[in-house]
């Protein structure tokens, strides 16, 4: 058996690999849990669960941001662990960054999962601790179908921006909101103008990525893929012209790992 983890920035997210890993409609039987969790607490049932789970598989495909810390508890089986690093190129998805190994591994695996089973030019924006925006360009005229990662951008996310206002003024220590809604689009008290202010520094920079791409795809309409926890509420926010294009996708990073897996 096959194990998938995707150890992010917060939480670990990991899943068995899929009866059909090359379908749209793949579906993932996901587990989490704090990568605090992970680190300080052994004894806690979700860590102990992924600890079982590590013995029981036969191979562990892993994509790992969360650090070396926490890769630590591989060691012991490290033999069966394939740790995921971006390349030049997988799965007829070409890397353009200058030195590819410096691509983060959830982003890799999240273009790769786009690619393998959306087949089209998109913007995969990320949207979590750090909102992350990457551009997939079909190459149409190579010999055989491939895409290009054209590059991206990281920002903080909705909550690094909350927690930055928070710590860097004196009189905004508000509560975070998850979701306030703006009537028509500017706010009417503090607490509703910090949230659109960290909503519209997310969607201005989309915009202008996603009209960048469209610009370079041979008058193809691009995909804008949007996951991550806050992935529902920044759609929310949306401008129509980005809204009519925008899917949600759940767990990128380990549908990419189960392309990677199925193709060995």
Not at 110 to 118: E, F
Not at 195 to 215: D, H, K, N, R, Y
Not at 234 to 262: F, H, T, W
């Amino acid at each position: 058996m096959k194990l998938l983890i995707d150890a992010g920035n917060t939480r670990t997210k990991w899943a068995w690999f899929p009866d059909r890993p090359w379908a749209l409609d793949m579906h993932l039987q996901m587990f989490a849990l704090e990568n605090q969790q992970w680190l300080n607490d052994s004894r806690c049932a979700d860590s102990q669960a992924l600890h079982a789970a590590i013995v029981q598989a036969d191979e562990v495909w892993v994509s790992n941001v969360a650090g070396a810390e926490w890769q630590q508890s591989l060691d012991a089986v490290k033999e069966k662990v394939t740790l995921i690093k971006a390349s030049p190129g997988a799965l007829g998805l070409n890397n353009s960054y200058g030195m590819p190994a410096q691509l983060g591994s959830d982003r890799w695996c999240s273009l790769l999962a786009v690619w393998r089973l959306h087949k089209q030019d998109a913007l995969v924006v990320t949207a979590g601790t750090a909102m992350t925006m990457d551009a997939l360009v079909i190459q149409p005229d190579a010999e055989e179908r491939t895409a290009t990662f054209a590059g991206g951008s990281i920002q903080p996310g909705l909550n690094l921006m909350w927690q930055s206002l928070q710590q860097g003024t004196a009189q905004l220590d508000y509560e975070y909101p998850h979701n306030t809604a703006l009537a028509n689009g500017f706010a009417r008290n503090s607490q509703q103008a910090m949230w659109a202010g960290c909503v519209q520094a997310l969607i201005a920079p989309m915009t202008s990525q996603f009209i960048e791409l469209q610009s370079m795809t041979d008058g193809r309409q691009p995909a804008l893929v949007l996951s991550g926890g806050d992935a529902v509420i920044l759609q929310r926010y949306l401008p129509d012209a980005l809204s009519l294009n925008a899917i949600i996708v759940d767990n990128l990073v380990l549908k990419g790992l189960a392309c990677l897996a199925e193709s060995t």
